[in-house]
Nanobody, 117 residues
């Protein structure tokens, strides 16, 4: 079992920045790829960025050049980050942390990001 807890969402003006964090605990030795997804009202959940256990990354076209995903392995916790720069109103959504472990997907509770003036 893996537990994921996100933090760092909030209200920001267009052009601003936010950093999302996700702390993974439990059976962290089994975690492979991790990622950030988002879901806006009335839309399907979509992949924003992902990172493998070896550090390879991929991004949705809509966030390339603006967002950066990273991860850090500590003793009992794996930390996943999403640095979001040059935020746009269309980035407004609930953001979810995801971790893959032995074929199962684990999700955090989500953190709201609102980009508005």
């Amino acid at each position: 079992q893996v537990q994921l807890v996100e933090s760092g969402g909030g209200l920001v003006q267009p052009g601003g920045s936010l950093r999302l964090s996700c702390a993974a605990s439990g059976s962290i030795f089994s975690i492979g790829a991790m990622g950030w997804y988002r879901q806006a009202p009335g839309k399907q959940r979509e992949l924003v960025a992902a990172i493998t256990s070896l550090g390879s990354t991929n991004y949705a076209d809509s966030v390339k050049g603006r967002f950066t995903i990273s991860r850090h392995n500590a003793k009992n916790t794996v930390y996943l980050y999403l640095q979001m720069n040059s935020l746009k109103p269309e980035d407004t959504a609930a953001y979810y942390c995801n971790a893959a472990s032995y074929g199962d997907d684990y999700w955090g509770q989500g953190t709201q990001v609102t980009v508005s003036s």
